[in-house]
């Protein structure tokens, strides 16, 4: 019960700071960017926050429990990923838009506008929903909750609080789930030591726990490194929250912070894994008869360890940063996810002259339905990590290799785009639906969740490369912008010319 009262509290206090920003919500710029406002510090805070949720809470530690530090190949993508976008940031927030689709269609066309939100919408709808299925386990382990009912309480929490002032709530309170993660995973890491018996006790484990691939091969690392490094590059939450940025110079210096910030909180949190992993290695509950891993009892680990191996006053900020890392992370894919709705269709296509106030309410009443599909689709899979490769291979494949192409090469044509977008995710959505038919049909997969990226990323690549050079080179006007683009200052180039919205 004392970690109940945790939990409710520390969401009672981020449920305050955003309720006291809900005043300043008076425009579509407030709701969905921040005002386009938003410092270094704060920047860091939410990007970090982003990006570390149940994928690594739990897909990640459950990977370390089970491989060891062979998972580190997983979290790699991603700080890769990181380094690469420090020299996009700038011109990313120079073209000053609202969503990712915004940058396909002034570089392509309108269908690369709406196949882009549609990849976004599955992929982000699928992110969003297992960070309630995390909430969920995190209700079950203090509780005993039944975790669908843990879920849909997340669920409900997490659409209030985005309700209240959008993007604005967001990033102010990723501050403070910013920093209760790093101090859960500094407070963790020695308490986890104490709680197995030392560092002689985790020497234990298998050898290929401390292997470079572990118990695998180069290919399977490729598996798990490229999703992370291709969703990275691709992740439309934060090219919104770099539209955020107050100006091109405050967001490619919060990537730095970004990069640190990540690389300490993933390394700390497959460390706690690995750690409690050396005691609860053949543990019965973690084990099935057969020997195989419950996946998704490994998932748990860590926070098993903070509630049962940990002194209270420590249980309590693990549960805390727990709170932080799946709210922080719920919350921002909702908001993408509903603001590509709002941007790329309602107000794109069916209501352009809509006013401040009417895209606002459209944008609130696609929070509470997209949140409660987000639960649904939760439902459809078991383990976090399937949930989250999948859904990284969406986007991974599906946009990344037409966005960099954006910047990066101005042979790229709108043939070639819209052809690398459905290549991407029509392999990747193809691959995943018909492991879904085999699964409920007692069947081995078509192929794995780990290696989906392969083909899919590849089959993306040839279409854009092969497409675009059988095609007519695009105009000037097409990739100019793109390339003026390049940080600096407080300017940029204009937004998609969309009607400007009523001011009433």
């Known amino acids: 019960m004392f970690y109940l009262w945790v939990v409710i509290v520390y969401t009672a206090i981020l449920f305050v700071v955003g309720i006291t920003k809900t005043r ?25 926050c982003t990006w ?9 530690a459950g990977l370390a429990f089970r491989m060891g530090f062979s998972e580190m190949w997983m979290s790699a993508g991603a700080w890769l990923g990181i380094v690469i976008v420090y020299f996009l940031a700038a011109r990313v927030r120079a073209i000053a838009q609202y969503t990712m689709s915004d940058i396909l269609e002034k570089r392509y066309n309108a269908a690369a506008r709406v196949l882009g939100s549609l990849t976004v919408i599955i992929a982000y709808l699928t992110i969003a929903g297992y960070q309630f299925k995390g909430g969920g386990r995190l209700l079950n382990t203090i509780t005993d909750i039944d975790p669908k009912q843990g879920a849909l309480i997340t669920c409900a929490a997490t659409i209030g609080f985005t309700l209240l002032a959008g993007m604005m709530s967001i990033i102010q309170v990723d501050l403070i789930n910013g920093i209760m993660m790093l101090l859960g995973v500094i407070v963790g890491i020695p308490l986890a030591l104490s709680a197995v018996g030392g560092w002689d006790q985790v020497r234990t484990l ?49 990537v730095v912070g970004f990069v640190i910030g990540v690389v300490i909180l993933e390394v700390l949190l497959a460390m706690i894994a690995i750690i409690g992993s050396s005691k609860y290695f053949t543990h019965p509950e973690f084990q099935n008869p057969d020997g195989t891993f419950v996946k998704a009892k490994t998932e748990t680990i860590i926070l098993y360890l903070a509630a049962n191996d940990f002194p209270r006053w420590a249980g309590a900020i693990i549960m805390a940063a727990a709170v932080a890392i799946i709210l922080s992370t719920a919350n921002t894919f909702l908001m993408v996810v509903s603001t590509n709705i709002t941007r790329d269709f309602y107000q ?6 809509a006013s401040q106030k009417n895209i606002i309410l459209v944008q609130r009443v ?28 969406i986007i991974g494949a599906g946009l990344t290799p037409a966005l960099l192409a954006s910047f990066l090469w101005r042979r790229a044509t709108v043939a070639g785009g819209v052809a690398s977008i459905v290549a991407g995710m029509g392999s990747t959505v193809g691959i995943t639906c018909i492991n879904i038919y085999l699964e409920k049909h007692d ?3 078509l192929l794995e969740a780990d290696y989906i990226i392969l083909p899919a990323a590849l089959a993306s690549i040839l279409c854009l490369v092969v497409v675009s050079l059988l095609t007519k080179p695009p105009s000037e006007d097409k990739w100019k912008p793109f390339w003026q683009a390049r940080g600096g200052g407080q300017g940029g180039s204009p937004g998609i010319p969309l009607p400007p919205a009523d001011p009433r």
């Open 24 to 48: 300043s919500i008076k425009s579509q710029d407030d709701f969905m960017v921040a005002g386009r406002k938003t410092p270094t510090y704060l920047l860091v805070g939410t990007l970090i």
């Open 52 to 60: 570390i949720g149940s994928g690594s809470l739990f897909g990640g």
């Open 206 to 254: 298998p050898a290929d726990h401390f292997a470079v691939f572990g118990q695998n091969d180069a290919v399977w690392a490729m598996g798990v490194f490229l999703p992370t490094f291709f969703l990275l590059l691709g992740e439309s939450s934060m090219y919104q929250k770099f539209y955020a940025a107050r100006d091109e110079r405050s967001a490619k210096r919060a």
């Open 348 to 353: 794109r296509f069916f209501n352009p002259k």
């Open 366 to 393: 696609l929070i509470v339905l997209l949140g409660v599909l987000a639960l649904y689709v939760a439902t459809q899979r078991e383990d976090i990590l399937g949930m989250a490769f999948t859904a990284y291979a």
């Open 443 to 445: 069947k081995p997969a």
